[in-house]
């Protein structure tokens, strides 16, 4: 696939057609996106469409020109994959024909927030990226997984290995002088293990270990260890675990719960295109709504926060695409709500900046209002101090299945791995399926302790939104956190 860098002059040259027209902002993004997949089911190798909500094709490459332009105060957007001047020029026309009919059409203009120019070239750090990997080297990473599974065991198993490596290079420039040049590869490994015992019950386990920091960062990481640890796990919480206490207790959530609750309960409201009711009709809409910023959500030890630039994270961007230039957006501040995550145009509609939260997940796709990497921020606690005082409670290590309502309001998180706490000591007893039930501001408001911050950890995992649909990688996790007088269902 040629380089991104063969194809700027055409760029240059969509801008150059853009600033013709009587337009109040242009810009111009050109994107390759590489992808291939590779997948093992119960040990046999699948290339092609997986059966799986994970991926489309084995093996993808895109490579095109997004135009957007703002004239009349409307918004056009237009893309191609043929990169000649003639398919530019063409492809300059649509979106500004599209911008001046929305422009008709519209109440208010579309204005944009006023940003610093930047320019730069920038990266994720790595030694070795990913697609130079073989794919023969991907396979033998992967065979080792699946050597687990000869072992005898006292239950079944449906075992599914998945192995992502990406590549994504942008050229962004905008009518304002802002020139930009990013380049991030991903790699993602996800295993997904069903345990069956007869009789029918099972229980299923999926991890997502992702970095942006290369394939070596994930040799590094002892994923194998990982696994197999948790296939013994799984085979005791079939066989072995038992009912929970009934009545109110408190709890402990681990990284991996923590951090989809950091995702679902504090990223998605917070976005600004939700709160304004743009996503209604799709992924749905935020109780932030009802609130502004200075709200008090919870107690004053609580911190969420989302940071784009974490080096080796599968969320990492130093610029969005948008050319906003990324840092640390605080949440949730000391329990207050304290920001929203913004574009250009969600930020001057609540006269504010963006905080780069723009991103896209290819060419032929606008930039919207996401996440990037979402956690509970590191407090006092070690997690021999949150147990110490609880005479009956429950840690949950990891989850099996969420559901949360569509302003992101009630939710619901089931636990997997999870233990009972009795007199200030984490049992060997399993517990099945604890499900925690409540409401945002009731979780929040329940927290009363947050760990130290050696026990931050992280998930890799893919966060859906807009229709046509963008899977976008990002990291959710922080640390454990301990809720108090909750009764789980």
């Known amino acids: 696939m040629k380089s991104i860098d063969q194809f700027k002059d055409l760029a240059e040259y969509a801008l150059a057609q853009a600033q013709k027209k009587d337009c109040e902002y242009a810009e111009v993004r050109l994107e390759s996106d590489i992808k291939d997949t590779i997948a093992f089911i119960n040990g046999e190798m699948q290339l092609g469409n997986l059966p799986m909500d994970l991926t489309t094709d084995a093996f993808t490459r895109k490579l095109g020109l997004n135009v957007r332009l703002i004239a009349n105060g409307g918004m056009g957007m237009s893309v191609t994959n043929q990169m000649n001047k003639k398919n530019i020029r063409q492809s300059v026309e649509r979106a500004y024909k599209i911008a001046k009919s929305s422009g008709n059409k519209r109440k208010k203009p579309i204005k944009l927030s006023e940003e610093e120019t930047q320019e730069a070239k920038w990266q994720s750090k790595y030694k070795i990226n990913p697609m130079d990997v073989s794919l023969e080297e991907r396979i033998q990473f992967i065979k080792?997984?699946?050597?687990?599974?000869?072992?005898?065991?006292?239950?079944?198993?449906?075992?599914?290995?998945?192995?992502?490596?990406?590549?994504?290079?942008?050229?962004?420039?905008?009518?304002?002088?802002?020139?930009?040049?990013?380049?991030?590869?991903?790699?993602?490994?996800?295993?997904?293990?069903?345990?069956?015992?007869?009789?029918?019950?099972?229980?299923?386990?999926?991890?997502?270990?992702?970095?942006?920091g290369g394939w070596d960062k994930l040799l590094s990481w002892n994923i194998y260890e990982t696994v197999k640890t948790k296939v013994d796990t799984l085979i005791k919480i079939v066989t072995k675990a038992k009912r929970g206490p009934k009545e109110e207790v408190d709890i402990i959530l681990g990284p991996e719960v923590s951090g989809i609750i950091s995702h679902e309960n504090c990223g998605h409201p917070s976005e600004a295109d939700r709160i304004l009711g743009r996503e209604g009709s799709q992924a749905g809409e935020s109780y932030l709504r009802e609130h502004d910023i200075g709200y008090k959500i919870g107690n004053e030890c609580v911190n969420v926060y989302e940071d784009p630039t974490i080096q080796d994270s599968y969320g990492f961007y130093l610029y969005d695409d948008e050319g906003v230039k990324a840092s640390r957006r605080e949440l949730i501040k000391n329990g207050i709500f304290n920001e929203r995550l913004h574009n250009r145009e969600t930020a001057s509609m609540f006269n504010t900046q963006s905080n780069a939260a723009a991103r896209a997940i290819a060419y032929d796709r606008e930039p919207i209002v996401r996440m990037a990497n979402t956690y509970f921020a590191p407090g006092d606690y070690s997690l021999e101090e949150m147990v110490e005082d609880i005479k009956l409670g429950v840690y949950m290590k990891s989850f099996t299945e969420w559901n949360i309502d569509d302003k992101r309001l009630e939710s619901k998180y089931t636990g997997q791995e999870a233990y009972l706490i009795k007199n200030g000591e984490i049992t060997d007893t399993l517990i099945v399926k604890p499900a925690l039930e409540i409401s945002s501001p009731g979780l929040f408001g329940s927290i009363d302790a947050q760990g130290k911050p050696n026990l931050l950890e992280w998930q890799g995992a893919f966060c859906g939104k807009s229709e046509p649909g963008q899977g976008c990688p990002v990291w959710t996790g922080g640390v454990p956190i301990r809720l108090r007088n909750i009764r789980l269902v």
Do not use: C, W
Request: charged content about 20%; overall charge negative.
């Open 144 to 212: 080792p997984f699946i050597k687990i599974f000869d072992e005898a065991f006292p239950i079944e198993f449906i075992h599914i290995f998945v192995l992502m490596t990406e590549q994504r290079d942008t050229y962004f420039i905008n009518n304002e002088g802002t020139k930009l040049t990013g380049h991030v590869p991903r790699v993602a490994f996800i295993p997904i293990i069903i345990g069956i015992k007869s009789g029918g019950k099972n229980e299923q386990m999926m991890s997502t270990y992702a970095t942006s």
